[in-house]
């Protein structure tokens, strides 16, 4: 990773993170070679997902050329196994960090039963808060089959913990 001496400010991503490794953040699907799969807290579309780097950077040219080749990497792979285990056409991806400014890559599978008026508009044309909140028991045949997929793609490393195991400690 390159050096930078400018200390970050902690954000959503990092809380995240954090949780993650400690086996608290529900919504982990796998621990990827660059950081951790994970479903989005709100599903606009079924299966839409975010790779979190660990360790958090502010975003993508803070990595060198072999962690930005790895997260690319483990971004499409994340889309690959999206393509396999759910009905969806394609994928969209994107990289921001407007809000949340550290690196974060969203996931979006698009499916043709969307509403039509949304089914080639950008995701964020839909109304997000509208959008039904992730819970772990309803996509837990999704997640279980997402991290066979990813492990049999190659780009997983073992978890301390099962996903979201320790997520109602304390």
Request: aromatic share 8%; net charge neutral; proline share 8%.
């Amino acid at each position: 990773m390159k050096s930078d001496s400018t200390a970050e400010p902690l954000t959503g991503i990092h809380q995240q993170v954090n949780e993650a490794r400690a086996g608290r953040n529900p919504r982990v699907i796998a621990r990827l070679y660059s950081g951790w799969a994970v479903f989005g807290e709100r599903q606009f579309v079924r299966g839409y997902c975010l790779l979190l780097p660990d360790p958090v950077v502010p975003n993508l040219n803070a990595l060198g050329v072999q962690e930005r080749g790895a997260f690319l990497t483990d971004m499409a792979r994340l889309g690959d196994a999206l393509l396999k285990v759910t009905p969806a056409l394609r994928i969209n991806y994107a990289m921001f960090g407007n809000e949340e400014q550290a690196l974060h890559a969203h996931v979006i599978p698009r499916y043709l039963d969307e509403p039509e008026r949304l089914r080639a508009a950008h995701p964020w044309a839909y109304d997000w808060q509208a959008a039904p909140e992730f819970e772990r028991t309803a996509y837990a045949e999704l997640a279980e089959s997402l991290l066979r997929e990813l492990t049999r793609l190659g780009v997983t490393k073992p978890m301390r913990f099962a996903p979201g195991s320790r997520a109602a400690d304390p």
